[in-house]
């Protein structure tokens, strides 16, 4: 039995049919396959518990894993990706987060993926380092202007693009993911942020 107790509520689930692949991909064959992997806290987090209780789809576990072995029949492996801590650490690091109100819009944004838990604090469990250490200092940043002045080379217009932008991974990491919250009383507006005046005036004739 693994000695690793993991709460698993706070990672998002994997629809229906991806569920049932995947467990049809680890020999998942019979209820009892899964009940062992409950108890020996090996099954993925991404699969609830109990799928008769979880998916309105499930109609008998038979028909469960028949429709897993077509799924991946047709679509293979599915993605099911959660991070290790180390994994999520470098991400945070990447995107330049510096405060638990960022980390949860960036959460929110999906700039983690699909399967990152909401509750890294229970999830991760003895990994957590605490909150200080896993995100970025501020001094980790350039100063406002010159952010402003390099965000201003990469032709972006609205913060939906910007946001798109860091997602993407293009964003260099010594500027913040959210501007507006670490250059608190510095920030005007993304319209600042993004475009050269010079710019602006050129592009409204």
Request: hydrophobic letters at 30%.
């Given at each position: 039995?693994?000695?690793?107790?993991?709460?698993?509520?706070?990672?998002?689930?994997?629809?229906?049919?991806?569920?049932?692949?995947?467990?049809y991909?680890?020999?998942?064959?019979?209820?009892?396959?899964?009940?062992?992997?409950?108890?020996?806290?090996?099954?993925?987090?991404?699969?609830?518990?109990?799928?008769?209780?979880?998916?309105?789809?499930?109609?008998?576990?038979?028909?469960?894993?028949?429709?897993?072995?077509?799924?991946?029949?047709?679509?293979?492996?599915?993605?099911?990706?959660?991070?290790?801590?180390?994994?999520?650490?470098?991400?945070?690091?990447?995107?330049?987060?510096?405060?638990?109100?960022?980390?949860?819009?960036?959460?929110?944004a999906?700039?983690f993926?699909?399967?990152?838990?909401?509750?890294?604090e229970?999830?991760?469990?003895?990994?957590?380092?605490?909150?200080?250490?896993?995100?970025?200092?501020?001094?980790?940043?350039?100063?406002?202007?010159?952010?402003?002045?390099?965000?201003?080379?990469?032709?972006?217009?609205?913060s939906?693009?910007?946001?798109?932008?860091?997602?993407?991974?293009?964003?260099?990491?010594?500027i913040?993911?959210?501007?507006?919250?670490?250059?608190?009383?510095?920030?005007?507006?993304?319209?600042?942020?993004?475009?050269?005046?010079?710019?602006?005036?050129?592009?409204?004739?």
């Amino acid at each position: 039995m693994s000695d690793k107790k993991v709460n698993t509520r706070s990672v998002p689930k994997l629809p229906y049919h991806e569920a049932a692949s995947l467990l049809y991909s680890m020999g998942v064959r019979k209820i009892k396959d899964l009940q062992a992997l409950n108890k020996n806290a090996e099954r993925p987090p991404e699969i609830p518990q109990r799928p008769g209780e979880y998916y309105s789809e499930y109609s008998g576990w038979k028909q469960f894993i028949e429709d897993g072995r077509r799924y991946f029949e047709e679509h293979g492996m599915p993605a099911n990706e959660v991070p290790s801590y180390t994994q999520l650490k470098g991400t945070i690091r990447k995107l330049g987060i510096r405060t638990q109100t960022e980390f949860k819009s960036a959460l929110k944004a999906g700039m983690f993926g699909q399967h990152v838990p909401s509750n890294i604090e229970v999830f991760y469990g003895e990994e957590f380092e605490g909150w200080d250490t896993l995100l970025c200092s501020h001094s980790n940043f350039m100063p406002f202007e010159e952010a402003r002045e390099m965000a201003r080379t990469f032709g972006l217009k609205t913060s939906y693009e910007w946001v798109k932008f860091s997602r993407e991974g293009n964003r260099p990491n010594n500027i913040p993911a959210w501007p507006q919250r670490v250059y608190e009383g510095e920030f005007i507006s993304w319209d600042d942020f993004l475009i050269d005046p010079r710019d602006k005036e050129y592009l409204d004739k």
